[in-house]
């Protein structure tokens, strides 16, 4: 600011600002259209939370009589009893070991492919990248009478490998994809330093593209996470027995088998959704950094 304006400004009893700073009750004006629109979204994720939580914890006659809006007089863990009881246990067991599985076999196999894809710029793993992305465009429901006569044909039908397959294949695509733009960040400088120290490729990947890609994978294991937990057409098709179900298909049976009793329902929904809810919470940051990276450079 010259000395003039300094000047000027002191006469008309302002203090002067530095250039590019608002100045004025104008910048401390709250913005109320934001704050309105944040409590309208506090709403619309608070009451479905309160609905199935409150249901959850009273009788079926307390529901009955109060609706879904009603606060429970006492609360009651009778319904989270019985539906372990009627099998929630075994059908939470299997879904941890679908989920486990798949998310071994998709950080088994996508790492070394997406460091391949990035480091290799030849035709064929251009090919195989193409490949992996044309998967992105078929969806499960296209292929699963086909999928259900390979899986008879293998004898795993009604097993949970014959669940765990198909769901890790159809996650690959996207998570090939999320990892190799995160690895694409990764600098040339890096790698030529690595050379020059006579690293192997096998010390290259480990030493330095694992740890630099820890939000990639990070995405990668949440999203392939979500997306065994939260399966239903390969458990609806690929299996029969009771000692196969998966908790999305558990959920279904608990509608059929309980009819209008809802809290004993929605406190299976709760335990269903409560290790999505703590992974998302804890993993959210780098869901968001490692999605952030897809595009690459």
Known sequence: MSRSATDRATVRGRRPTPRGRASGPGRRTPNYAAGLGVLLWLGLVALPLYVMLGASVQSRA??????????????????????????????????????????????????????????????????????????????AQAVIVPMFYVISSAGLYDNLIGVILPTAAFSLPVCVLILTGTMRDITDELFEAMAIDGAS??????????????????????????????????????????????????????????????????????LSTLPVLLVYLFARRALVQGLMGVGGK
């Open 201 to 270: 490729t096998r010390r290259v990947f480990f030493q330095l593209v694992v740890p630099l890609s820890r939000s990639g994978l990070a995405t990668v294991v949440v999203f392939s996470a979500l997306q065994a937990w939260n399966g239903f057409l390969f458990p609806l098709v690929l299996t029969q027995s009771e000692e196969t179900k998966v908790l999305t298909l558990g959920l279904y049976n608990f509608q059929t088998q309980y009819g209008i009793d809802i809290p004993g329902l929605l406190a299976a929904v709760v």
């Open 62 to 139: 307390r529901y009955t009589e109060g609706g879904p809006l009603s606060f429970p007089e006492s609360f009651s863990f009778t319904n989270y009893v019985q539906d372990f009881s009627n099998g929630f246990g075994r059908y939470f067991l299997n879904t941890v070991v679908v989920t486990a599985s798949v998310v071994g076999i998709v950080l088994l196999l996508v790492p070394p492919l997406a460091f391949a894809i990035v480091r290799n710029r030849g035709r064929a793993t251009s090919r195989v990248f193409r490949l992996f992305l044309l998967g992105l465009a078929i969806p």
